[in-house]
């Protein structure tokens, strides 16, 4: 039986209990609610299909019709950032995966368009670096395999080799197994990501292994998968249900995806959220209003 695929490790937690090597803690923080889940046994990473290490779920439903919220998230995303990375998170290397031509794909292209991006003013606008107490961050965007014809995590492991950042933080859509998680939550990871695999073409993995750097991973789910969907409106259904459900839908079963009418505007949106939340964890010395300056288009 086709299992329900999500990449977020708090619905994978809700459909596998009792398992050595996996701890779960809520919180809440200026009314956000915050899900993490440990993952710290290899049989508990196999039966999750995930990498050992820990997984932050920030649920900011309603950030985008109140500000009071839009505000909490932003601040509860950027210290769940911090407590990931450490204090000494710069110099930051971003790479915004995903397809700047596709909506749904576009998160991490976006979210990198709205960066303070200031390893170039070290050496061509010393004093501004110096006056504004600036965080050290490069970015890039290395496009998908079909336009390049190079693996992203080629691209990451030549840049990090050059420029020798800290931290390297990954961004990237991810695919859900609940519509209510579209465009509201957020995982944080320090395991590093495998590009595409929430839509089933998972690529080279970008990991601290692989590109030598610790590797922090962000993502927000912008599709589901539609055999899922179908799955989880119909729940608590047999084997043999679920075979009829996959027949019904056949061949487009493993290769259809749902995601909202307005993806455009979330995502934009989405964007917008990150990209603000990591102008305060790299730059922690200039105000909002200078943020704001900076990143005016």
């Known amino acids: ?107 991490g292209p976006l979210t990198s368009d709205g960066l303070i991006i200031t390893r170039h003013l070290k050496t061509y606008a010393k004093n501004l670096y110096d006056n504004l107490r600036l965080g050290d961050v490069a970015s890039i965007i290395p496009g998908v395999l079909g336009k390049t014809g190079i693996e992203s995590a080629e691209i990451v492991k030549a840049a990090a080799e050059k420029i020798t ?51 922090i991973s962000i993502g927000i789910p912008t599709v589901v998968d539609a055999f899922t969907l179908a799955l989880d409106i119909v729940q608590n259904i047999g084997e043999e249900d679920c075979r009829r459900i996959s027949a019904a839908m056949s061949p487009y079963e493993k290769n259809l995806i749902v995601t909202p009418k307005d993806i455009d505007s979330l995502v934009i949106k989405c964007a917008k959220l990150l990209s603000s939340s990591l102008n305060k964890v790299f730059h922690p010395y200039i105000s909002e209003e200078e943020i704001r300056m900076l990143t005016e288009n």
């Open 1 to 107: 039986m086709q299992s329900r695929r999500t990449d977020l490790a708090v619905e994978i937690k809700q459909s596998i209990q009792d398992v050595e090597g996996v701890r779960e803690e809520n919180e809440e923080k200026l009314g956000i609610k915050i899900n993490r889940v440990y993952i710290t046994s290899d049989e508990a990473a196999e039966k999750f299909g995930k990498e050992k290490g820990v997984y932050v779920t920030v649920d900011f439903d309603g950030a985008f019709s109140e500000d009071a919220i839009y505000s909490a998230a932003v601040e509860v995303i950027a210290e769940e950032i911090k407590m990931m990375g450490g204090a000494d998170i710069c110099p930051a290397l971003v790479v915004g995966l995903g397809n700047d031509d596709l909506t749904s794909d576009a998160l």
């Open 165 to 215: 950042p800290k931290t390297i933080i990954i961004i990237d859509a991810l695919a859900a197994r609940q519509m209510k998680r579209l465009c509201s939550t957020m995982q944080i990871s320090n395991t590093g990501i495998r590009p595409g695999s929430g839509v089933g073409n998972a690529r080279t993995e970008l990991t601290k292994d692989s590109v030598g750097t610790p590797v």
